[in-house]
């Protein structure tokens, strides 16, 4: 079973700000990773796959990079619309295991 | 319009059975593989079980083998989960989910599984 390691668990941003979470491995998963949002009451949403790949119709403000064991999700200038918890996840073997998951709220 | 609706959620007794469906449409259903995926009250994700187009190759979480089965009827464009000797930790809303590259691109609302006597 792969662990995976997100940091940090709740992040306090404001409206404009950048922030990053960042999701560790417990063994190398070369770039099987991808990145999901979820608002309360909703289903996730993909947001990046492949590490750095973009889901089509996701906002360039959201950005991923990493490879191996770390990776991270970057998102520029915050707006309303992106305080919500976000999980990686990784695909490189079975079981397919989700980071415990970072709450991004409002400052 | 990719849709996914599940359906067959609710409160059963430890040990009991349930059935869950998903309805699938607005893409070639059989295209795809499909899994579900479950969500515990105020807690993370986690995955649940996958099922290959044509139904030949199926995966699950070692903590609902023998107890979980995944079904999928590519006439009906609908996915099953057989959910057999429930447990109180298999309480969650248990969603459906189209799988790409074992990814998951579009999602059902969730259908909730409550286990308790």
């Known amino acids: 079973v792969i662990w995976m390691t997100q940091s940090p668990s709740l992040l306090s941003a404001s409206t404009g700000d950048r922030v990053i979470i960042s999701c560790r491995m417990s063994?190398?998963?070369?770039?099987?990773l991808a990145w999901y949002q979820q608002k309360p009451g909703k289903a996730p949403e993909l947001l990046i796959y492949?590490?750095?790949t973009l889901q089509s119709g996701v906002p360039s403000r959201f950005s991923g990079s990493g490879s191996g064991t770390d990776f991270t999700l970057t998102i520029s200038c915050l707006q309303s619309e992106d305080f919500a918890t976000y999980y990686c996840?990784?695909?490189?073997?079975?079981?397919?295991?989700f980071g415990q998951g970072t709450k991004l709220e409002i400052k | 319009e990719v849709q996914l609706v599940e359906s067959g959620g609710g409160l059963v007794q430890p040990g009991g059975s349930l059935r869950l469906s998903c309805a699938a449409s607005?893409?070639?259903?059989?295209?795809?593989?499909m899994s579900w995926v479950r969500q515990a009250p105020g807690k993370g994700l986690e995955w649940v079980a996958n099922?290959?187009?044509?139904?030949?190759?199926?995966y699950y979480v070692d903590s609902v083998k023998g107890r979980f089965t995944i079904s999928r009827d590519n006439a009906k464009n609908s996915l099953y989960l057989q959910m057999n000797s429930l447990r109180a930790e298999d309480t969650a809303v248990y969603y459906c989910?189209?799988?790409?590259?074992?990814?998951?691109?579009?999602w059902g609302q969730g259908t909730l599984v409550t286990v308790s006597s």
């Open positions: 063994q190398g998963i070369s770039s099987y």
């Open positions: 099922i290959k187009q044509d139904g030949s190759e199926k």
């Open positions: 492949a590490a750095s």
């Open positions: 607005g893409f070639t259903f059989s295209s795809y593989w």
């Open positions: 996840q990784q695909y490189y073997s079975f079981p397919l295991t």
């Open positions: 989910a189209r799988a790409l590259r074992l990814i998951w691109d579009y």
